[in-house]
């Protein structure tokens, strides 16, 4: 299996992005390898420190660790939005193939300073490991909103970016370009879609040269994420959809079978629910590596 920064080099020279999904769980977990087995692309799967805690650490790396060992398939796995150096050494010690250092809340100088901390310190528990940096705060939950979360942060500029980079030596940048994690509960009847700020995106990637992260995803439009990835953006984080699609493919089945008690009766049309989501996605994302295969 090739490492993870061959696989961001190759999609940032390819112009596709790598689709980063969030699980909490060995259902959502089984729905994302199948989608990406399907289109054989890579994937990523993300787990905040939320989601480690109830499906545990060495739990997940485990998990992940099997399929990969049964067939070699690219499956990555990054610590999402991790906030202390402890969590972030535990991750990787369990090891992890990146990490997310999210001191994104934080004042520019305590960011820089305590990212750099991280970098270090994780490069030395695994030289091989990934971590990322996140500058421009765009809210914290991957939830649905009636309203735009407080306290969201100007949008980061390419010099802001270009200092972080040079100071920190993170792998990869997670800049604030419009979106923000979470939904807004007239996104999921499509009334409203983000916004990404391309331009931005394109003269971040200028600015650093580093492969960049788009977070909070969901909500987006598909040629808001196209702009996104032809500006240069590597990595597309995907969390609160799935999590939609998990609930609604649940509830299916409790429609359907209102008497039904077995788990692994009721749970495949959760995987389905999600499956979809990330087939369509991952579709999207690669869609100009797919049209190349094609030819």
Known sequence: MKPLQQVLAEADQQKVAVGHFNVSDSTTLKAV?????????????????????????????????????????????????????????????????????????????????????????????QPSILVEG???????????????????????????????????????????VGTMHGMLKSMLEGETRKHVDAPRIAAIKRATGKHLTLHGGSGTN?????????????IIHINTELRVAWRRGLESALARKPEEVVPYKLLP?????????????????NMSLKAAQAH
């Open 222 to 234: 598909d040629q808001g994420f196209l702009d996104a990835i032809e500006a240069g953006i590597t």
């Open 33 to 125: 390898y199948l989608a990406a087995r399907e289109l054989n692309v890579p994937v990523l799967v993300g787990v905040s420190e939320g989601e480690r805690d109830f499906i545990g650490v060495h739990q997940i790396a485990a998990l992940v660790r099997s399929i990969r060992e049964q067939n070699g398939f690219p499956l990555y796995l990054n610590a999402d939005h991790t906030h202390s150096i402890e969590k972030a050494r535990e991750a990787a010690e369990a090891g992890f193939d990146s990490v997310v250092f999210d001191g994104s809340a934080w004042p520019f100088e305590e960011n820089v300073n305590k990212t750099k901390q991280a970098v270090t310190e994780m490069k030395a528990i």
């Open 269 to 285: 049309d959760v995987v389905e629910s999600v499956k979809q989501i990330v087939y369509s996605r991952l579709r999207l994302f």
């Open 134 to 176: 996140e500058l421009g705060f765009i809210g914290s939950s991957s939830s649905i909103h009636d309203k735009i979360p407080e306290g969201m942060s100007p949008m980061t500029t390419p010099e802001q970016a270009s200092e972080f980079v040079l100071r920190t030596g993170v792998d990869v940048l997670a800049p604030a």
